[in-house]
């Protein structure tokens, strides 16, 4: 098989890296994709980095069986504990979600003063600052943990007075830093864009790292002459390692299309 033709791999430990698989198939539908979410031990951000960096590589295993031509790591809590470590030990581009966002910040702060909001193992990561400043190291940034942002986004209050509530709340003490750029270093956070745009204020610029992302393969595929190059029409897998119910119903409002092709899977421990 020509590997131009292989398709993207992506995975998370759920339902959220399915915003970066929208952005990948707004920008490259010609692609094939196959998305793995680890529903089963879902949040990741709870476990400890070595458990994270374990799962992490499991995923990775089960993608790469399956002949992928790139890696997408979509979770930002992965993506910080364990995206070295594989790029070390995988033959194909990994790409995750913090790199393509912390560039996109940088650029875009004018006053160099930026906002991250995220779970608190991304916030306590440190992740984003460190990718930041690494670019630019006269930049303050800001960060914010929104744990309740991912629960209400699955349960779909995407807009109200209840994600309005929560986002004012939140979002209180990160206005009051002057910030000019808010990174959502969340990948359930591009679905509250329009409140948290509202509550923030035509002053200060979203980052999506989702579209990033996609803005990142699109970048690494040309550079590669992977650029797939069949023109059968591309194929959508989704593999989850728990129920289907749920995915089914929460991921079709992530990605605004029907899910077709979805399989439980029981993905291998390393021996």
């Not at 009051?176 to 000019?180: F, P, R």
């Given at each position: 098989m020509n590997r131009k033709n292989e398709p993207i791999g992506i995975f998370d430990s759920g339902i959220g890296g399915l915003t970066v698989l929208k952005e990948i198939v707004r920008r490259?539908?010609?692609?094939?994709?196959?998305?793995?979410?680890?529903?089963?031990?879902?949040?990741?951000?709870?476990r400890s980095p070595e458990t994270v960096t374990r799962y992490s590589f499991e995923n990775t295993r089960f993608l790469l069986a399956?002949?992928?031509k790139l890696l997408v790591i979509a979770c930002n809590t992965a993506s910080s504990v364990s995206l070295d470590a594989i790029r070390r030990s995988v033959p194909a581009p990994v790409?995750?979600?913090?790199?393509?966002?912390?560039r996109a910040a940088?650029?875009?702060?004018?006053?160099?003063?930026i906002g991250v909001i995220g779970t608190d193992a991304t916030v306590r990561s440190n992740a984003y600052p460190v990718a930041i400043r690494s670019i630019d190291a006269s930049i303050e940034v800001f960060s914010l943990a929104c744990p309740l942002f991912v629960p209400l986004v699955e349960e779909g209050w995407t807009e109200g007075p209840v994600a309005e509530l929560t986002a004012e709340t939140y979002l209180k003490e990160i206005r009051?830093?002057?910030?000019?750029t808010l990174v959502l270093g969340c990948t359930h956070y591009p679905l509250l864009k329009d409140i948290l745009s509202k509550i923030m204020g035509p002053g200060v610029r979203l980052i999506?790292?989702?579209v990033e992302t996609a803005a990142?393969?699109?970048?690494?595929?040309?550079?590669q002459s992977l650029l797939r190059e069949s023109t059968d029409q591309a194929g959508r897998q989704f593999y989850v390692t728990d129920s289907t119910e749920k995915f089914v119903r929460v991921g079709e409002r992530f990605l605004g299309r029907q899910i077709d092709f979805i399989r439980k899977i029981e993905l291998e421990s390393e021996v």
């Open positions: 490259l539908p010609g692609e094939s994709t196959i998305y793995l979410g680890d529903t089963a031990r879902v949040p990741y951000g709870i399956k002949g992928i790409i995750g979600v913090i790199e393509p966002g912390a940088a650029s875009a702060t004018r006053n160099k003063r009051q830093k002057d910030i000019d999506d790292s989702a990142a393969i699109q970048d690494t595929l040309e550079a």
